[in-house]
Structure formats: structure tokens, C-alpha cells
């Protein structure tokens, strides 16, 4: 998959707890930690919205497109 997901590295750079962005977006962290990984085939932009807000960061920020891994 071209897309990578770098909320973790979001997460470190905002040094912000996965269980804190969890509660304030309204999912598990067990759905967050598959966010993480990249091993989910899709997001809703409201969760996208949250997850953007509570790190104060644009949609961008949170993925990266590799054309070299398509």
C-alpha cells in the first residue's frame, strides 16, 4: 500500500498518549493501534477530524504517499 499512516509519529512529536487521543476521538485503542499500523482500509473524516484537532495538525501530516511502494 503507497499510503503510510505517521500518526505515531505525530503522537511522539505532540507527546501525546495513545490512550488520551483515543478518549478525545471516541474509539478503542485497539482501533487506534490498527490506525497506527496502517492496517485499516479506511477512516471516517469525522474521526480524521478529531484525531486532527486534538494534535493540531492537518490531514497531510498524518499520512504520506510512497508512489514507490504502489
Do not use: W
Not at 9 to 37: F, P, W, Y
Not at 47 to 60: A, F, N
Amino acid at each position: 500500500m503507497p499510503i503510510k499512516v505517521r500518526l505515531n509519529v505525530m503522537l511522539a512529536e505532540r507527546n501525546v498518549k495513545s490512550k488520551d487521543l483515543a478518549e478525545h476521538v471516541g474509539i478503542t485503542e485497539a482501533n487506534l493501534s490498527l490506525l497506527k499500523q496502517g492496517k485499516v482500509k479506511g477512516i471516517r473524516f469525522e474521526t480524521l477530524e478529531r484525531i486532527c484537532d486534538y494534535l493540531d495538525c492537518q490531514p497531510g501530516d498524518l499520512m504520506r504517499y510512497d508512489k514507490e511502494e504502489s
